[in-house]
């Protein structure tokens, strides 16, 4: 049997980046799960904050129907709060999906709501 002698310095020499189409790409899919919409939906930036990177996030959020709310009023509990918390708790996910995905390090994440799609099915968390 013969062996082979790998040199790991030789394999881990050179860069790995990361496009900022595919952090876009990530950025937008894990914004999407999130607010439970298209991905096509989802507008994504990305600024420079001191040297970090800022994603500002523009989506839409889907939300049960108003009559399957007064039908069934803990709907609104069931999908993760009223849309402020749901935006809110959002940050959070996003940050922590975009980092494990992409290994890069955000300084923050903005949210803004740009719309509502009702959902008659809502989104169990």
Known sequence: ???TVVDTERLLS???RISTQALTS???AAAADV????PPSVRVSW???AGSLALSVAS?????????????PERVANTGGAIAERASAA?????????????S???RVDIRISGILPSDEGRVQ
Do not use: N, W
């Not at 607010?35 to 298209?38: G, I, N, Q």
């Not at 839409?60 to 069934?72: D, E, T």
């Not at 940050?91 to 290994?103: D, F, M, N, Y």
């Open 14 to 16: 050179g860069h790995t």
């Open 1 to 3: 049997m013969t062996g």
């Open 47 to 49: 600024a420079d904050d």
């Open 60 to 72: 839409p959020i889907a939300v049960p129907s108003l009559g399957a709310v007064r039908r069934h």
């Open 105 to 107: 390090q955000l300084s």
């Open 35 to 38: 607010f439970d919409v298209a």
């Open 26 to 28: 990530v950025a937008r």
């Open 91 to 103: 940050k959070l996910a996003i940050l922590a999906q975009v980092e494990r995905l992409t290994g």
